[in-house]
């Protein structure tokens, strides 16, 4: 209930729809601000010119097909990668020269799960937490309350090398939330996750948004993105090419569903042919 | 103890170098945990067993090395001065290549890459730990030699073996932070792509450093005193200014190093992800899926061609062929023009040879890639597939490291010896390589690049390298002696290698196809993440 309040909220608030104009919408308490920003691998340039701004206490979801530059984006904000040109601030601090800073402020649960496997999920947690510098006592409390949510208390003292992928997950998603941070960056964060913890993390995900959090969902799970993200951003080939909320979206391109509305935009309304060359190849 | 060296005082002198003295003593116990636990295996550094096996190692090395100054006693000075060469000359062998694994392929950085650490902390809890390894190393080759003094030296006196073991300690730390500085310089030079490649290069220098030591004394001594200006004042400024200049060198290549360590560390260890690579279908594997075992044989055969010229784990292990092949062509050109029928020997009669070492250095590092967690996609292969997929790495070993380097050096030796001399020549030693490429075989304990580096193992194969060494000494005598005695004996022998290489290679091949099954065996036994949810 208090997160539908909170998304019905913000949706009044939103008015405008931008389609790959790659301006600001407007808005005025900013802790994410991307501007111009172009981002290369070697020669390859794989982000051209992008812009938006999030909002305190948004749940922004990121789509966009593979390859178009989702994860990359979001390791910009996370201070991970520096951009080749263009503006970035993250709570009003500038990327990359206050990347520690950033980092401080930010929670971020990585789309591959990189943990150090002989470590326990206990000891992998106190590193993260420790690193952020949160007070013993109050380390060792959040880690407690949080592995007992997640159902890894008994599971604490094991290496993580031994964990399932799911388990894994919820140990990114620990760590990611440990020091409090006021952006939660989270690049498939249901990857893995069995129902009971993937409806506890969304039900989070609308918590921590109505506490102020503002949260940058990257999923290629658009019903959920359609369910809990009062805004939505689109990539494509590297350029935003929609910035609205669903509904909005919706409206504009006249489709019923989040799903049509990603078809249309990214072009792959008709997957049919490239279906039936498959079978036909298998066949062959 | 601990407590004393990480009070206030300590914690002052870190902030002053622009390091958090929270997360480097954070990430140091990081290390060693890891290292403890045997982590990450590919770092001498990191596997304190292994450090421990190379110190007695070291210890025999120096005690050797006491040996040569017996006859001729020194004065304290050349004893000192030839012992700290030695120091800085074996530790960059190590040192080297432990940065640039360390620093230019950081997979634990990644983990840590999105928490708040300042590049300078990272990098300094790293080179702190990097250096563990001349703690144990440097005093373990000067343990003797210090002790020793007191019989080898002209005037020997009782403080010297604490003089030579901290000087030679001071040599040790400033090899490792050489090292470190001139990957610092690397990182800022070399675009992320390119770092990898650049990195094995220079991780191979030391080596030819070593081989080619005297060499390099002679030219550079000669030089020096011709570069340096007239007149003992000036040479004076000069002598002061150069290690001035040096040291300047070395901080500003740690410091770059550190600046922004972190914000590099992804693009570092995905190096050239962005690049595209050239893939073709190779003719040879066209003949290796034709007559050798059909489209497992191509998938071994294609598999092994790519990850070889790939795979940064692997290339780098091999780095000890550089200098075998860069030596193998400088006695080529030297002996080549003497034809091995002559009756004078020449280095001819070891080429052979050397493709059995170059070989068996390649079997003992192709189990072991980069890449290992892939591996996973054996799981999944009949096991009936193994016997060709094994035809098609020994085809492609074969063809890659005995067919090609042969037709060169035919193409070469017939300008050289008469035709029959040089087809009979080639043929021996194309039936010599490929005995040597059917008995190690066997020394391939899986499947190609699917286990993580082991640092470690090199000891345990010193032992069939010294035998090795024997062999092929007795080997290289008989060719000499008997064998290119008569074209027909040579043509005999040839023969008899041919028929023995044919029977080897038949068993080794059953051996490798049943050493890569129970690999896959084990892997699905293990209790590793991967494997556990397939079975799950």
């Not at chain 2, 990272?122 to 001349?134: D, F, P």
Request: charged content about 15%; proline content about 4%; overall charge neutral.
């Amino acid at each position: 209930m208090r997160k539908r309040r909170v998304v019905e909220g913000l949706l009044e608030a939103e008015t405008d729809v931008n389609f790959g104009h790659g301006e600001s919408t407007g808005y005025n308490d900013a802790i994410v601000e991307f501007d111009q920003v172009v981002f290369s691998y070697g020669h390859v340039e794989v982000l051209h010119e992008i812009s938006f701004r999030l909002e305190r206490g948004q749940i922004v979801g990121l789509l966009g097909p593979n390859g178009a530059g989702k994860s990359t984006t979001i390791k910009i904000i996370a201070g991970i990668h520096a951009h080749r040109s263009g503006n970035v601030r993250v709570a009003g601090l500038p990327l990359p020269e206050r990347a520690i800073d950033v980092k401080q402020r930010i929670g971020y649960v990585p789309e591959a799960a990189m943990l150090f496997e002989t470590l326990t999920g206990q000891e992998f947690l106190e590193l993260c937490g420790r690193l952020h510098g949160v007070e013993e006592d109050t380390l060792q409390a959040r880690i407690a309350g949080i592995l007992e949510t997640f159902s890894l208390s008994s599971d604490r003292v094991l290496r993580l090398d031994a964990y399932s992928k799911g388990m894994r997950q919820k140990i990114l998603i620990a760590a990611a939330l440990l020091h409090n941070p006021d952006l939660i960056l989270l690049d498939e964060p249901l990857s893995g996750l069995d129902v009971n913890a993937a409806i506890l993390v969304k039900d989070l995900i609308a918590a921590l948004a109505a506490e102020g959090k503002t949260i940058l969902y990257s999923s290629h799970v658009l019903d959920v993105v359609e369910k809990i993200c009062d805004r939505v951003l689109i990539i494509h080939q590297g350029r935003l090419i929609a910035d609205g909320s669903a509904e909005g979206l919706k409206e504009s391109t006249k489709q019923t569903t989040l799903e049509d509305v990603f078809r249309v935009l990214t072009n792959s309304a008709n997957v049919d042919p490239g279906v039936g060359r498959i079978v036909s190849v298998l066949r062959s | 103890m601990k407590r004393l060296l990480r009070g206030p005082a300590a914690e002052r002198m870190l902030a002053a170098a622009g390091i958090d003295a929270l997360r480097y003593w954070l990430l140091l116990d990081l290390f060693t945990e890891l290292a403890d636990r045997r982590e990450i295996l590919n770092q001498l550094g990191r596997d304190g067993i292994t450090l421990k096996i190379s110190s007695w190692m070291f210890v025999f090395v120096g005690g050797l090395a006491c040996l040569g100054f017996l006859r001729h006693p020194p004065s304290a000075l050349t004893f000192l001065v030839a012992f700290a060469l030695i120091t800085a000359l074996m530790l960059g062998c190590i040192l080297i290549s432990e940065a640039g694994n360390s620093l230019v392929n950081p997979v634990e950085a990644l983990v840590l890459a999105h928490q708040p650490i300042e590049g300078a902390t990272y990098t300094a809890a790293k080179l702190t730990h990097l250096l563990r390894v001349v703690g144990y190393l440097a005093p373990a080759l000067n343990a003797i030699p210090a002790l020793a003094s007191f019989w080898i030296l002209k005037e020997p006196f009782w403080y010297y073996p604490a003089i030579h073991l901290a000087a030679t300690y001071v040599a040790g730390l400033l090899t490792g932070l050489f090292a470190c500085a001139l990957f610092g310089w690397l990182l800022r030079f070399f675009p992320a792509a390119r770092l990898k490649s650049v990195a094995q290069i220079v991780e191979a220098l030391p080596f030819l450093a070593v081989m080619f030591a005297g060499q390099i004394w002679n030219v550079t001594a000669a030089r020096i005193g011709a570069w340096m200006p007239e007149g003992s004042g000036l040479r004076l400024y000069c002598s002061i200014a150069l290690p001035i200049l040096a040291a300047a060198i070395v901080l500003t290549g740690v410091w770059a190093l550190s600046g922004d360590y972190m914000i590099r560390v992804s693009g570092l260890v995905h190096g050239g992800g962005g690049g595209r690579v050239k893939s073709r279908r190779s003719p040879a594997s066209d003949i290796v899926a034709r007559w050798f075992g059909g489209p497992p044989a191509r998938a071994g055969f294609a598999y092994t061609a790519r990850l070889m010229r790939r795979d940064w784990a692997f290339r780098r292990q091999l780095i000890a062929i550089v200098p075998l092949m860069i030596s193998a062509g400088v006695m080529l050109g030297q002996g080549g023009a003497i034809d091995p029928f002559s009756g004078r020997f020449s280095a001819v009669h070891i080429v052979p040879h050397l493709f059995g070492v170059a070989l068996f250095l390649v079997a003992i590092a192709i189990v072991y890639g980069g890449d290992h967690k892939g591996s996973w996609v054996f799981l999944l292969a009949p096991s009936g597939v193994f016997a060709g997929f094994a035809r098609g790495v020994y085809g492609l070993l074969w063809f890659a490291m005995i067919g090609v380097p042969h037709a060169v050096l035919l193409a070469v030796l017939v300008w050289l010896w008469p035709l029959s001399h040089v087809l009979l020549w080639v043929v021996f030693s194309l039936s010599v390589a490929s005995l040597y490429l059917g008995m190690v075989l066997r020394l391939i304990d899986g499947i190609p690049f699917s286990k993580q580096p082991v640092t470690s193992r090199g000891v345990y194969f010193m032992g069939i390298m010294m035998g090795g060494a024997v062999a092929i000494s007795m080997a290289v005598g008989l060719q000499y002696l008997i064998v290119f005695r008569s074209v027909w004996m040579v043509a005999a022998v040839t023969g008899a290698l041919l028929a023995a290489a044919g029977i080897v290679t038949r068993a080794s091949l059953a051996a490798f196809a049943v050493a890569m099954r129970f690999n896959v065996g084990l892997e699905s036994a293990e209790t590793g993440t991967i494997y556990t949810e397939i079975e799950a």
